[in-house]
């Protein structure tokens, strides 16, 4: 699949679905890819083919039916991409930390310390949670960026990015916010220290906390992504940091 037909489809498949019984919903999508507009204006192109297919013909017309089905009058709008160069730029970001704990080991973890009700660091693809905070703008999200919400009174999820640990235990303090906190089991990290001091049997000295619940390297299904399973030791400690 082509980039061009990628973001097409991506960017469509966002689009609400609507009740058969309504009326239709006119949509108006966007796109960079004067491809794209073509197929969907005239049902085809001049573009590059593949054997008798157009690159992302099939991928246009897959959308178009997928939105006859969900009563949406799908129409597509060509902009230059130097007229939005920041959603292309955005779109071309990869985001290695799109992952996130198993269905079954999340349920594991919420008949013990649940029920959860803020997934803090999520996207509607894989949000554990009813209510998530996503780093993106995305369908379902009650806030962009976690760190400029508040976690307060609402028994939260935190399974961040492994760069962003010390900045969540530090915002956890502040905002004397309790949850699960998910991650890797690895003692030669420097946010180690931050979450089991030196000096102190129990994780973040002088706050509640129950038993860390240890992951297996190679149990199964630990993990997964839209890549499959990632497989690395974890742990998840309950903490608390009400008064």
């Known amino acids: 699949m082509s980039s061009g037909g990628a973001r097409y489809v991506l960017a ?21 890819s004067l491809c794209a507009a073509l197929i969907h204006q005239k049902g085809g192109s001049l573009a590059a083919r593949l054997g008798d297919r157009l690159l992302i013909q099939e991928e246009v017309l897959a959308i178009e039916d997928e939105c006859v089905h969900a009563n949406i009058l799908l129409r597509l709008v060509w902009r230059p991409r130097e007229l939005n160069q920041q959603a292309d730029d955005e779109s071309k970001i990869v ?3 799109n992952y996130s704990l198993s269905w079954a080991q999340f349920h594991r973890l919420n ?11 999520s996207l509607a693809s894989n949000a554990r949670c009813r209510h998530f905070h996503s780093r993106w703008a995305c369908p379902g999200a009650e806030a962009v960026d976690t760190f400029r919400s508040s976690w307060s009174n609402r028994r939260c999820w935190w399974h961040p990015p492994t760069p962003l640990i010390p900045l969540t235990l530090h915002k956890a303090r502040v905002d004397r916010a309790y949850g699960v906190l998910i991650v890797p089991f690895r003692t030669d990290a420097p946010w180690w220290p931050l979450l089991y001091p030196a000096d102190a049997q129990s994780p973040v000295r002088g706050k509640h906390w129950f038993s860390p619940f240890l992951f297996d390297a190679h149990e199964p299904n630990t993990y997964v992504d839209n890549e499959g399973c990632l497989r690395w030791r974890s742990t998840a400690v309950f903490l608390d940091f009400r008064d």
């Open 12 to 32: 469509a498949l966002a689009t609400p679905p609507c009740p058969a019984s309504s009326q239709p919903v006119a949509v108006d999508l966007i796109v960079d």
């Open 95 to 97: 985001d290695r930390y």
């Open 111 to 121: 008949q013990m310390w649940g029920p959860f009700e803020l997934d803090c660091f």
